[in-house]
């Protein structure tokens, strides 16, 4: 055993797909001695290491690699939970609780139902009461804190009337059970509260696991650099510990975790998640680089003239925050449906209260009849009715490949009525992609193949994952090496093979790669980013669903015009992302709810203003953060099956509501006749909750 | 009415030893990655000790 403390550190490792992934992380990273475990966390792809302080974050990350998965660092500040996943686990304790108590009554409830009468029945009830009393206390605080909050800020929610029917119910159970009275509400007070602790245990579990997938997502801010040290030797520092006046070593294909200025080496920069531009600009020394943005060709030295949340990043994020506001004013569905239903309620329990005490009932049988008023009308379905619903329709959505951050994302997308698209990385892919392989000859494409494997610079990546695709075999290949700023050398049969930049640049901004074998040029790749697969389809099926759509791009218009004729949309071009701000805001002015499909940083503003938003998986960290939902993979599809299952959902919820309303409209005048026992109550409350799950269970299978 | 004197608190010992089991397992992270947990019987145990 060595004496030296472990460090611990989480990496989210997005390719986690089967038990034979878990079984090769924690089985293959333990054989690198200076990591001493590692537990992977399937649900939330994602690995915890504890490795020896000298284990350097790309060592680490490398050792991912050597064993075929990509690993994002994921920060996890000691000590400082998830509220997320506390909130649930608090909420699963109170279901616990909920549940246990609720069995226990139940069974002492059926023997006074089917018959117990004097000592035993009151024995009963009081029984009942102590396991009910502190599971109120103590499974009910979710209501009840949130029921209050409403209260002191003069509004009110679905919690209220809940907070309220339950109070009322215990209080007078407890008075019939000191009074020796043949009926209380115990198992009903408690019934309640488990099966709205359901729906609240289930809404909270879905936003936990979009969560989770969303955080698996966040990496393409560099999340820290090389940096060079006096002595000139080079170490690992994390970008919230970059200071300005560091110079940071920056490979090719690696994106700059800071702003600064080019000290040495030139390169060129891909910018389409910073402005939308898609074609790479040069980089000379003394030009300004700035953080989140691709360097392509060649290693630099970058001095860091600004870091964390002083980057041009910063601004952006500050429209972002203000964006965001427009948002947090829109009401769920099921506190709109409280608006209406609790002064309902209130107002029926009251005048049942008024009517048997005016027919001359006395007011403690008055009393009764008022809370069996309030405990049937109590919102148990329409507690159940949203959440049911939409847990299903996240879980399947999931399933095609679309993270739905919350419920009221969901309800968003359903009302939405324009798209608002950014060109670069949204409609398009975001990444070079190999355009003339297919007049090439196998072998000089499995030569290809062989050369590009070895390298991680984003052309080579781009070629390796078009050649795989065409399932070539990569020819044998010796004495392969990197050289940087150039490309890759190797031998080929004895014979000398290079990869690397075209002798002269063509146009200055395309890119290119040329294969030379004994220095002579053999054949030469383009690059271009292009559309996704299925864009024209997508676009057509969201024509289908009523919507209008417009490109919003911050790319020049001569980049534009051709994918917005290929897919017959028109197109504002060269926005800022103030401009796209103003255009939603044009929109909203003209009564339309836009969904904003973005992935840039420069789509952050906008994003977080839009009615509802999307964006890709491989969308910049802040697009991710502002979007709703996020689709991953290549195709633009899931955004329109987002949109179909939204508006089922919606449908669903409708239908749920209505369940509720109809049963209501039964069991009321029943309970306003005095007719509800505590046995009629716990059998219409179970019965209703039943039917709006097994009606929300229809949504299952509805997105495939 | 006697036998009731025992078996109501056996049955309510019961339900809180159940209840304190699931409490326990909570906390000690048994809950923390059920997806995985379902795919962890099909891992092999690593065979490389000496014979």
């Known amino acids: 055993m060595t004496a030296t403390a472990l460090i611990e550190r989480d990496f989210a490792v997005p390719d986690i797909r089967c038990a034979g992934c878990i079984a090769k992380l924690e089985q293959g990273l333990v054989r690198d001695r200076r990591i001493a475990a590692a537990r992977v966390n399937f649900t939330e792809k994602r690995v915890h290491l504890s490795c020896l302080p000298e284990a350097e974050m790309p060592d680490l990350v490398g050792a991912f690699a050597s064993l075929g998965f990509e690993a994002h660092p994921v920060d996890n500040a000691p000590g400082e939970a998830d509220p997320g996943a506390a909130n649930t686990r608090e909420l699963l304790r109170a279901v616990a609780v909920a549940g246990f108590a609720m069995m226990n009554i139940m069974l002492l409830s059926v023997s006074v139902w089917s018959g117990a009468a004097g000592a035993t029945r009151d024995l009963f009830h009081w029984l009942s009461a102590m396991i009910a009393l502190p599971t109120i206390a103590y499974a009910g605080r979710p209501f009840f804190r949130s029921a209050w909050r409403a209260l002191r800020h003069r509004q009110t929610n679905m919690n209220v009337p809940i907070s309220i029917g339950v109070l009322l119910a215990s209080a007078l159970s407890l008075y019939e059970t000191a009074t020796h009275g043949p009926h209380a509400y115990f198992d009903g007070a408690v019934m309640l509260l488990f099966f709205l602790l359901c729906g609240r245990w289930l809404d909270s579990v879905m936003r936990d696991r979009a969560r989770g997938g969303v955080t698996a997502l966040l990496r393409n801010m560099g999340t820290g650099a090389m940096v060079v040290g006096a002595d000139g030797g080079s170490r690992w520092v994390d970008a919230t510990a970059l200071e300005p006046g560091m110079v940071m070593l920056v490979a090719a294909g690696e994106r700059l975790a800071a702003d600064g200025v080019v000290v040495a080496g030139e390169s060129r920069f891909d910018l389409s998640l910073l402005t939308g531009e898609s074609a790479p600009v040069a980089a000379h020394v003394d030009d300004r680089v700035h953080a989140g943005t691709l360097n392509l060709d060649a290693p630099i030295r970058v001095r860091v003239t600004a870091a964390g949340a002083d980057t041009a990043i910063a601004d952006i994020a500050r429209l972002m925050g203000e964006a965001a506001q427009g948002k947090s004013r829109y009401v769920r569905i099921a506190d709109r449906a409280a608006r209406l239903y609790a002064p309902a309620v209130h107002a029926l329990a009251l005048l049942a209260f008024a009517g048997w005490m005016i027919a001359g009932a006395g007011w403690h049988h008055s009393l009764l009849i008022a809370v069996a008023v309030l405990i049937i009308t109590c919102p148990c379905a329409l507690g159940l009715a949203v959440p049911a619903a939409q847990i299903v329709a996240a879980g399947e959505l999931m399933r095609v490949g679309v993270l739905i951050k919350d419920g009221s994302a969901l309800e968003r997308l359903a009302e939405v009525d324009a798209a608002l698209i950014d060109k670069t990385g949204t409609l398009t892919l975001g990444r070079p992609v190999a355009l003339d392989l297919d007049r090439l000859d196998y072998r000089t494409k499995a030569l290809l193949l062989a050369l590009a494997q070895v390298s991680r610079h984003p052309l080579s990546e781009a070629l390796r994952r078009d050649l795989t695709a065409r399932d070539i075999e990569p020819e044998p290949v010796e004495k392969v090496r990197e050289i940087p700023g150039f490309g890759i050398e190797a031998s080929w049969q004895g014979r000398a093979v290079s990869l690397g930049r075209p002798d002269r640049d063509l146009t200055g901004s395309a890119l290119a790669a040329q294969l030379s074998i004994d220095g002579e040029k053999v054949a030469t790749v383009h690059f271009a980013d292009q559309l996704r697969p299925d864009a024209r389809s997508a676009i057509d099926a969201l024509r289908a669903e009523g919507l209008d759509a417009m490109i919003l791009s911050g790319d020049r218009a001569e980049a534009v015009a051709p994918v917005a004729r290929t897919l017959g949309l028109t197109a504002q071009t060269g926005m800022s992302p103030q401009d796209k701000l103003a255009a939603i805001a044009r929109q909203a002015a003209l009564g339309r709810k836009v969904l904003m499909i973005g992935d840039g940083l420069n789509d952050g503003p906008a994003l977080a203003a839009g009615h509802a938003s999307m964006a890709p998986g491989s969308a910049s960290d802040a697009g991710k953060n502002a979007a709703d939902c996020i689709f991953l993979g290549d195709r633009l599809m899931p955004v329109v099956q987002a949109l179909r299952m939204a508006r089922r959902t919606q449908a669903i919820v409708r239908q749920n509501f209505a369940l509720a309303i109809g049963y209501n409209i039964i069991a009321v005048p029943l309970a306003f006749m005095g007719h509800v026992t505590p046995l009629v109550a716990a059998l219409a409350m179970s019965g209703s909750s039943l039917m709006v799950v097994g009606n929300a269970m229809r949504l299952k299978r509805a997105a495939r | ?51």
């Open chain 2, 1 to 51: 009415m006697n036998g009731l004197v025992f078996l109501i608190p056996i049955a309510l010992g019961l339900g809180l030893l159940g209840l304190a089991a699931f409490f326990w397992s909570l906390r000690r992270g048994q809950f923390d990655d059920l997806d995985g947990a379902a795919l962890r019987i099909f891992v092999e145990d690593e065979e490389e000790r000496a014979p």
